[in-house]
């Protein structure tokens, strides 16, 4: 019997029995204390019938350790945590706030434009107000000045009158 061992995963192992039957094994994982394979599969020659005794004596002369239950991989686990965490916080701790500030604010900017339509009606009322009363200024200077002008003129009639007499 001769044996060819396989040292790295995804190597394959294989023993070369009488009758050419060959064991066939690969690495799954490899250890500091040694390879560990997985299940042999055996193979035929072509011409030849393998009875089922060499096909037992085959797989008691391999050695092949069970399939090493996959461990949880914990830091994928962890990872998963977090980004749950993470994406929670983003929802409750930033999210859903920042939406509450946001109405607030549109609720206080539309109070904003209420005020400043007000303030702009009341600004115009203002310059109507102070138009009219550029207007009745304007209007009372003139009879002001128009007055004055009568008052020169009696003035003027009542001292020629006066030399006359």
Do not use: N
């Not at 490899?30 to 060499?54: F, H, K, M, N, W």
């Not at 050695?63 to 749950?84: E, F, K, N, Q, Y």
Request: charge should be negative.
């Amino acid at each position: 019997m001769e044996v060819f061992g396989a040292g790295e995963t995804g190597e394959h192992a294989g023993e070369v029995l009488g009758g050419r039957v060959v064991g066939d094994s690969e690495v799954v994982k490899r250890r500091p204390d040694g390879a560990i394979e997985e299940a042999v599969e055996l193979q035929a020659g072509s011409s030849s019938l393998i009875s089922t005794a060499i096909l037992s004596d085959a797989l008691e002369l391999l050695p092949v350790a069970d399939h090493p239950r996959s461990p949880l991989p914990w830091a994928l686990v962890a990872a998963s945590g977090l980004l749950l965490a993470i994406c929670l916080y983003l929802l409750f701790g930033a999210y859903l706030p920042a939406k509450q500030r946001l109405t607030k604010l549109e609720a206080e900017l539309k109070e904003v434009y209420a005020r400043e339509a007000q303030a702009q009606t009341k600004l115009v009322q203002q310059e109507k107000t102070y138009a009219l009363r550029e207007q009745q200024g304007t209007a009372l200077t003139y009879e002001r000045d128009a007055l004055a002008k009568r008052i020169e003129e009696l003035e003027k009639e009542l001292t020629a009158r006066g030399r006359k007499r």
